[in-house]
């Protein structure tokens, strides 16, 4: 029986039993799940989840649809792992369960498949990504896809498509990597040592903000070096079954950033920030690269967090239109990173804002990486559910610090009527900049 | 090749019974979803129900009761499975009811003060509605986020505020539940006084589902308290902080709550919330008082004079509300951080009258060197509840033995002391055998009595508590006796 032993084999990635044995079942974990909200049903938990994980671990359990389905099902939010007194490592345990069901039950999966190789091929390709990009800007501007929109083609092809549709960005005139120079010199007097990484979406979707990430760092006396063959973080491949790829991509990484000088290599993707922070336990077992994988990310810092510390060199005009402000975590920084007041503190100091909290703010909007293109139903609850939150607190701009929410909760203020601009905080910064 | 673990006892036939009587969609027997059945928050119990079923009334409850009795299987009641004794861990040839969904605040009676619920609500919720309109449900066990009125009133849970307010008993108005027979009982109502034959009522909090499913609970609730100080203490020795809470109690002070944790509690505790516990005292005093204004401002400066006559090297107040929140919830977590220690950490509740306290903090001190375990201990001093945790970890049967023997030891001594078995988590599976050694044969009598009379058949979560007649119940998870064997 060939196929039972390499299972076998594929079982021995999963977390050790001592890893999973920490898990005490107590199900604090339950309040925060967004699945379990759902479902309220015990398998669609963090502590129903790790439960399953552990049985197959131990053989005692096969590997089934049913089981496939509900790794599938979890956003990966961590949310549970803020909640978790015992420290469970929640999110690791499931990546490395859907890499166990991606390798053996769906293998043959076209799904699968297709996953893996837009993910490697396109996402991961900064080449391709800009000419997949390319294409969806001609799309944009050529009225095609108004033209798509407005007489509902898509509908007839398929009424999910149709509605996945409205989640595509819209591409950047300009990508970062020809925007932004390898090397920005301050403002003013050089104080800090920056590096920056610029993110495979934030190049192509998202390069506005990454202009105003350097424009505010360059306020505040950062110098910063953003080497031209960086590449994609990795975690899309890392949270979606392919930790190979992801790695080769930290290795990339780590050569490209640590032959340069820097003391603070920056992120404003929430996602990004979260894996290469990771870089140093994902590679820890390498000969070569555990070192190396230490430093580098021990360096790694969000935006906010770096600005956090250095607030009172940010000068600010004081905000013309008093239009009230609220905040929504992305779970890449609250839980897993674990920045929730650092971003607080500096939209709070900037002068003449009205700030406002937004009932659970560390609620996970359903974006999830792409979770919100392949689960699109399951996505749309959580994004609901967020968008009544944001219009409760009657906010006319709500700030995320992670491109993946920002579309979502985009899309989510067009799906449920909801006047709110989505800004990076970044981005509201650059605009006061005096 | 796997290891099939998925034989099943109960027939084919009888499931579809079931399944019809819920419907396909609120009837689930997949190997996956038995086995995330077949725990609930209590260590090393577990036990694979043979279906999991989701009824949407009574009446779909008082079916699967029925049938229960025709065709001999039994019924385990379950809500959010945070229990701590194994109360709603199923047992041989068992259906488990799940009643999460079941989450309606179904009245808020201002003018009574009373609010009716259905068994599914969680407790965190309840109190957040009803604090939005100025009134206060105190009862507030450590799982308050997550667990369920339902388990909350079938265990009789307890709390931090315990000292001051009470627990779950002391609010509970009225109760609806379905009899193992199928009948649906009503009891109780918004009358603050009634009298009319046996106090049903009472008696059916804390049965641990034994006795009936609770479909309605209706609660009492009371003005939320005007001011609210919370302390910190921090002390260089374990005795002196047990002594504070003697004397605390003796001048006549009944702060809202007084948690104690030792030093190994903190530590886990710090690791986990990060927010300055101080990593070198013995012990720490949580403190809460509250009321109207300047009582509670007289009350606190006693406190603080007390705490430092009894060697407090630092108190501290919390200043703000979300600093008091932050300092209990901190202390919510301390059972489940001390798993950072240890992955299995079994959790007791002996419970002693409060003068005894300091004699049983020394016990536990004393048993956890003579058994060698490693024992984590917190709990609410203000009432005598405390909560010895050992550290370890299931897979090491020697040192679960060794646990068990140490915890023998400190029931032992609780019962010696004029205390009880358990003071807030209920009997459950994990109790059972001290129960006769405390409630003496007579009464352990009278409860097996009141439970075959009421439940015939034995088919509602038969085995907890007490056994009735192994026939029926088949064979336990882990039970002392067998540790003891081994």
């Known amino acids: 029986m060939k196929s039972v032993n390499s299972h076998q084999e594929l079982l021995k990635i999963l977390p050790h039993d001592d890893i999973l044995q920490q898990c005490m079942h107590c199900g604090l974990c339950l309040a925060t799940c967004p699945t379990y909200d759902l479902t309220k049903m015990e398998r669609s938990s963090p502590r129903g989840r790790i439960y399953m994980i552990k049985s197959v671990a131990r053989g005692e359990m096969e590997l089934s649809e049913t089981f496939a389905e509900e790794m599938n099902f979890c956003l990966d939010c961590q949310a549970c792992e803020t909640a978790c007194p015992a420290g469970v490592k929640y999110g690791r345990m499931v990546e490395t369960a859907r890499v166990v069901v991606d390798e053996s039950i769906h293998r043959q999966k076209y799904s699968v498949k297709l996953k893996r190789f837009l993910l490697r091929n396109i996402v991961a390709s900064r080449k391709a990504l800009k000419f997949v990009s390319g294409l969806l800007k001609l799309y944009q501007k050529s009225g095609l896809q108004n033209l798509l929109r407005k007489t509902c083609l898509l509908k007839l092809v ?48 998202f390069a506005d903000i990454n ?15 953003t080497p031209k063959d960086q590449v994609c973080c990795g975690s899309l491949m890392g949270h979606n079954g392919d930790m190979e790829f992801a790695l080769k991509l930290a290795r990339k990484n780590i050569d490209a950033f640590l032959k340069h000088d820097y003391d603070f290599l920056i992120s404003n993707s929430a996602g990004c920030g979260a894996f290469m922070k990771d870089y140093a336990h994902l590679l820890e077992d390498d000969p070569i690269y555990a070192e190396k994988a230490k430093i580098f990310s021990s360096k790694v810092k969000d935006v906010m967090e770096f600005l956090a510390e250095h607030k009172p060199e940010l000068e600010l005009e004081p905000k013309p239109e008093p239009e009230l402000i609220t905040y929504h975590d992305a779970c890449h920084l609250a839980h897993a990173q ?3 007041s650092q971003p607080r503190d500096v939209i709070k100091s900037i002068p003449g804002i009205k700030y406002t909290e937004l009932d659970e703010a560390t609620w996970c909007c359903g974006s999830a990486g792409i979770y919100n293109v392949v689960r699109y139903d399951d996505a749309l609850k959580q994004l609901e559910r967020k968008m009544k939150n944001i219009e409760k607190t009657g906010a006319k701009i709500v700030l995320t610090g992670n491109p993946g929410c920002m579309g979502q909760i985009k899309f989510g203020a067009e799906k449920f009527d909801v006047n709110v601009e989505v800004l990076h905080p970044v981005t509201l910064i650059k605009k006061l900049l005096s | 090749m796997f290891e099939k673990k998925n034989f099943t006892i109960m027939n084919s036939n009888t499931k579809s019974k079931l399944k019809s009587l819920v419907g396909d969609t609120n009837y689930f027997d997949s190997y996956e979803d038995r086995l995330v059945y077949s725990y609930d928050g209590t260590p090393t119990l577990h036990q694979m129900p043979e279906a999991v079923l989701f009824p949407q009334d009574e009446e779909q409850i008082s079916q699967i009761l029925k049938l229960a009795n025709e065709e001999k299987f039994a019924v385990v009641p379950r809500g959010a499975g945070t229990g701590l004794s194994g109360g709603s861990v199923p047992v041989e040839n068992s259906v488990v009811i799940v009643l999460t969904k079941w989450n309606k605040i179904l009245e808020v009676d201002e003018k009574n003060l009373t609010v009716l619920v259905q068994p599914g609500v969680i407790t965190g919720i309840l109190q957040k509605e009803v604090e939005k ?47 193992p027979n199928g009948d649906l009982l009503k009891t109780g109502g918004k009358n603050m006084k009634d009298v009319a034959g046996y106090n049903l009522r009472d008696f059916i909090v804390g049965s641990e589902g034994t006795l009936g499913i609770i479909t309605k609970v209706l609660l009492k609730i009371i003005p939320k308290p005007a001011k609210v100080i919370t302390l910190l203490a921090y002390f260089d020795k374990l005795t002196d902080s047990a002594q504070a809470v003697s004397d605390i109690i003796a001048a006549h002070i009944t702060p809202s709550m007084m948690e104690f944790l030792d030093n190994t509690t903190i530590n886990c505790i710090e690791d986990y919330v990060k927010i300055g516990l101080p990593r070198n005292s013995e012990a720490i005093l949580l403190i809460e008082v509250d009321g109207k204004g300047s009582a509670v401002d007289e009350d606190s400066e006693i406190i603080k004079t007390i705490l430092q006559k009894n060697k407090a090297s630092l108190i501290r107040t919390a200043t703000t509300e979300s600093e008091s929140l932050q300092l209990k919830t901190a202390r919510r977590t301390a059972f489940s951080a001390l798993a950072r220690k240890k992955p299995t950490t079994i959790l007791e509740d002996a419970t002693v009258p409060r003068s005894e306290l300091p004699i049983m903090i020394e016990k536990i001190t004393q048993s956890a060197k003579q058994f060698d375990v490693m024992i984590g201990n917190f709990g609410h001093a203000g009432d005598g509840n405390l909560h010895p945790t050992a550290l370890t970890d299931e897979r090491d049967k020697k040192e679960i033995e060794k646990a068990h023997r140490a915890f023998d030891f400190i029931f032992n001594e609780a019962i010696k002391l004029g205390g009880t078995i358990t003071g807030e988590h209920g009997t459950g599976l994990s109790k ?49 006796e067998q540790i003891k064997d081994l």
């Open chain 1, 158 to 205: 398929s009424k999910k498509l149709y509605e996945i549709e409205k989640l595509t960005p819209v591409i950047s005139d300009r990508f970062s990597d020809s925007n932004i120079n390898e090397i920005e010199n301050p403002d003013g007097k050089s104080k800090y040592k920056t590096a920056f990484h610029f993110g495979c979406l934030m190049n192509t979707m």
């Open chain 1, 211 to 225: 202009q105003d990430t350097i424009d505010v760092l360059k306020s505040v006396g950062c110098r910063i070096i």
């Open chain 1, 338 to 340: 674990k920045i929730t």
């Open chain 2, 133 to 179: 309109i100025g009134l206060f449900y105190p009862p507030d066990p450590g799982s308050l986020n997550v667990c369920t009125i339902g388990g909350n009133v079938a265990n009789n849970a307890g709390g931090l505020r315990g000292l001051k307010y009470g627990v779950t008993k002391n609010y509970v108005l009225g109760v609806e539940m379905v009899l």
């Open chain 2, 432 to 480: 059972k055998h001290f129960l006769e050694k405390l409630a003496g044969i007579p009464g352990v009598e009278m409860m097996k009595k009141i439970k075959s009379v009421i439940d015939e058949n034995n088919i509602l979560n038969p085995g907890k508590i007490f056994t009735i007649s192994p026939r029926c119940e088949g064979s336990l998870p882990i039970r002392r």
